[in-house]
């Protein structure tokens, strides 16, 4: 069964204290795997979307890297405004439709 | 970037009545836009895909009589939430895809629309 996971369920961090989010996936024939920020009471805001293994992209703070299992959101000296749900979704050949992961709720302490 | 839009950002309705959402892609043209459904610190669930000339297709489980989608043009997609009740109440959200849909498209999300049935 093609499956997304997302962990942390839920991370806090000190203002400044780099972490990583992890997003594991199970499908076949990976064609995408996008980062989404969530804040409440909003729409997803688009990050990143990575195509293959060993491909990085970053922005800002942020930067995402792919293996052919897992990607990785690696937050370097977090700030408040950081706090958010992290969403991952992945679609795999034959499909546009986006498989999403739980997400992981991080909170930024000043 | 790629902008989408929805109206209205929130709505309550009584039982019983219909409640129309419009979701616009403002600096593209979009075939195809997709239409979730989020409850309260869960993820998005695809409730179904519009296609522009043609039926929407509904997720297992989905019922279409209930929520009629339109596409009415390359930046408009509509669902109506027919004879609305309180279960109804969530946050919707559409999407639409960059590059028209295929495999591995990035989807842009519009704001969201809060709906309260009472």
């Known amino acids: 069964e093609d499956q997304v996971t997302q962990s942390p369920e839920a991370l806090r961090l000190q203002e400044g204290e780099s972490s990583s989010l992890n997003c594991s996936y199970t499908?076949?024939?990976?064609?995408?795997l996008f980062w989404y920020r969530q804040d409440p009471g909003k729409g997803p805001e688009f990050l990143f979307t990575?195509?293959?293994a060993g491909e990085e992209k970053e922005k800002e703070r942020l930067k995402a890297t792919l293996t052919k299992k897992e990607s990785f959101l690696h937050i370097t000296a977090p700030k408040p405004e950081d706090s958010a749900t992290y969403l991952c979704?992945?679609?795999?050949?034959?499909?546009?439709?986006?498989?999403f992961g739980t997400g992981t709720r991080l909170k930024v302490l000043a | 970037g790629a902008v989408v839009s929805q109206h209205p950002s929130w709505v309550i309705c009584k039982s019983g009545t219909s409640v129309k959402i419009e979701c616009r892609s403002l600096d593209f043209q979009a075939t195809t836009m997709f239409w979730y459904r989020q409850f309260p610190k869960q993820s998005l669930m695809l409730m179904a895909t519009?296609?522009?000339?043609?039926?929407?297709?509904?997720e297992q489980g989905v019922e279409k009589d209930k929520f009629l989608i339109n596409h009415a043009s390359l930046t408009l997609s509509t669902l109506t939430v027919t004879s609305a009740h309180p279960e109804d109440s969530s946050f919707y959200i559409c999407s639409a895809p960059l590059s028209g849909g295929s495999s591995g498209d990035t989807q842009y999300f519009g704001p969201g629309t809060r709906l309260t049935v009472l």
């Open positions: 519009s296609n522009e000339g043609s039926k929407a297709t509904y």
């Open positions: 979704a992945v679609t795999f050949a034959g499909t546009y439709k986006y498989i």
């Open positions: 499908v076949s024939g990976l064609r995408g």
């Open positions: 990575l195509y293959s």
